[in-house]
């Protein structure tokens, strides 16, 4: 499968929610099937655009970044304002202080609006309050309190959530105590590998054809494949299925972007027009569009076992390979189209003369429609 391409609408959604700080990158980019690589080098680009070397650059790396100095100064502010002493007062002051926002605030926080050194705060606590002070009793009720949040909610809540959850109990803490906490605890949000566990359990990568392409009938086996083609400057890309029986194509469909949405709409014309039974199998690349789960759910839905070629293999799928390949040495590559309309009739008119009147060598040189209603016949 062909390197995906993405528009720049694509990339500016994708820069804007990096941009916003609400999201991990890693999130980010699970969600919207972009590779660690490709994500670097658009931060690299947009450092560039914008200037993310000055003072005033404001690229999207920047941006996060100020984003995440405010919320730190606002936390600092936040405890300022409760602390009943200055960061100038004498430290045995600014001790006592520490040791009673220690219960709403992120110890580091209070340690640095009271510019005290954790070690001096540590040390003060051991000289004088001992395992039963009320800190240490605080942070067990609200251990309490997270992990019975965390279960009744179905382990959905990150900290920012809980931390929401736990105000409305009338509980005064801050999401920095919060994260401490459910790190001690070892609870994470389902929402940060939910993906993962899916594809453990229900994604694995199984290939039912192994490169047997070959099929006794009709609608038992469906090989796709997209593959991308530049007109015009503009990204277009060609989804195809094809029956493994007769070499025909049964569906295909031109999009903008190598999307989910294309694959399914190109699977759903062919599933239409051809009305398979319960033994199809459909067989592609492991591509995020095919193995989304938007598609796999499509797919079960309909009875329909889904195969995959192994990683890097272009030989498992070697039928697609072969008709893009056709497809454009014969018609997209020899052609020059006046527009965008011109170029997908010609697309139709040529799968049309594939299907209904070019002879195939695997045929023993008949067309794809020959074969089947040679099949149709002999019933």
Not at 195 to 202: C, G, I, S, V
Not at 290 to 317: C, E, I, M, W
């Amino acid at each position: 499968m062909e390197r995906r391409h993405y528009t720049e609408e694509e990339k500016n959604a994708i820069m804007s929610r990096y941009a916003a700080g609400g999201e991990g990158v890693k999130q980010i980019l699970a969600e919207c099937g972009v590779p660690k690589s490709t994500f670097n080098q658009w931060l690299r680009e947009y450092d560039l655009r914008y200037g993310c070397n000055s003072k005033y650059g404001f690229s999207p790396r920047n941006f996060r970044s100020i984003l995440r100095r405010n919320d730190h100064l606002e936390d600092l502010l936040a405890v300022l304002n409760d602390s009943y002493c200055s960061p100038n007062a004498p430290l045995r002051e600014r001790l006592n202080e520490a040791e009673k926002l220690y219960k709403n605030y992120n110890i580091h926080l209070v340690c640095e609006a009271l510019n005290i050194s954790r070690g001096s705060f540590y040390n003060h606590i051991k000289r004088n309050k001992r395992e039963q002070a009320w800190y240490f009793l605080r942070r067990e009720e609200l251990k309490k309190e997270i992990l019975e949040i965390f279960h009744d909610t179905s382990e959905i809540y990150g900290a920012r959530k809980m931390t929401a959850a736990l105000r409305q109990k009338n509980l005064t803490v801050s999401v920095h105590l919060v994260r401490e906490l459910m790190a001690e605890m070892d609870l994470i949000s389902i929402r940060v590998y939910s993906n993962y566990l899916y594809q453990k359990e229900f994604g694995k990568y199984k290939n039912y054809v192994n490169q047997l392409f070959e099929a006794n009938a009709p609608d038992q086996i469906w090989v796709s494949d997209v593959t991308y083609f530049k007109f015009k400057e503009n990204p277009y890309y060609i989804c195809v299925i094809i029956d493994l029986f007769s070499r025909k194509v049964v569906a295909y469909k031109v999009g903008r972007s190598n999307s989910t949405q294309l694959v399914k709409m190109t699977f759903r014309d062919a599933y239409k027009n051809r009305e398979p039974g319960a033994d199809l199998t459909f067989h592609s690349d492991r591509g995020s569009n095919y193995n989304a789960q938007a598609f796999r759910k499509l797919l079960a839905s309909l009875g329909v076992t889904q195969s995959f070629s192994r990683a890097h293999n272009p030989y498992d799928n070697a039928v697609m390979e072969s008709f893009f390949g056709t497809l454009k040495k014969e018609e997209l590559y020899r052609s020059r189209y006046r527009s965008e309309r011109q170029m997908k009739e010609c697309i139709e008119s040529y799968i049309k003369f594939y299907n209904e009147e070019r002879l195939h060598e695997t045929l023993q040189y008949k067309t794809p429609s020959q074969v089947e209603e040679d099949y149709f016949i002999g019933k």
